[in-house]
């Protein structure tokens, strides 16, 4: 399985950005994908969970600001981030389970800053 992300970039405080994560290959029905982020120095963290039954979870931090939905197709998910902050500056990496296995993308860069 192979995910890429896309959607990063620079963004100044209280704007908005929507990241996007397709994966391809031995695509499972049953899954979970996730939006995880790591910031320069800090250790990785979970920013939200949708699953192929629809259920979404958030980091506290992100609720009300952050909303991950699944495209129709299930191979795609977003993350639509809104009234972004410099804290949320990290490198965001997109996560899928199926069966037992985890798989990463590559990363896609958030910068917040004026």
């Known amino acids: 399985v192979q995910l890429v992300e896309s959607g990063g970039g620079l963004v100044q405080p209280g704007g908005s950005l929507r990241l996007s994560c397709t994966a391809s290959?031995?695509?499972?029905?049953?899954?979970?994908m996730r939006w995880y982020r790591q910031a320069p120095g800090k250790q990785r963290e979970l920013v939200a969970t949708?699953?192929?039954?629809?259920?979404?979870t958030y980091a506290d931090s992100m609720k009300g600001r952050f909303t991950i939905t699944g495209a129709n197709n299930k191979n795609t998910v977003y993350l639509q981030m809104n009234s972004l902050k410099p804290e949320d500056t990290a490198v965001y990496y997109c996560?899928?389970?199926?069966?037992?296995?985890?798989?990463w993308g590559q990363g896609t860069q958030v910068t917040v800053s004026s």
């Open positions: 996560n899928r389970i199926q069966g037992a296995t985890g798989y």
């Open positions: 290959g031995s695509i499972f029905s049953v899954y979970s």
């Open positions: 949708i699953t192929s039954g629809g259920t979404t």
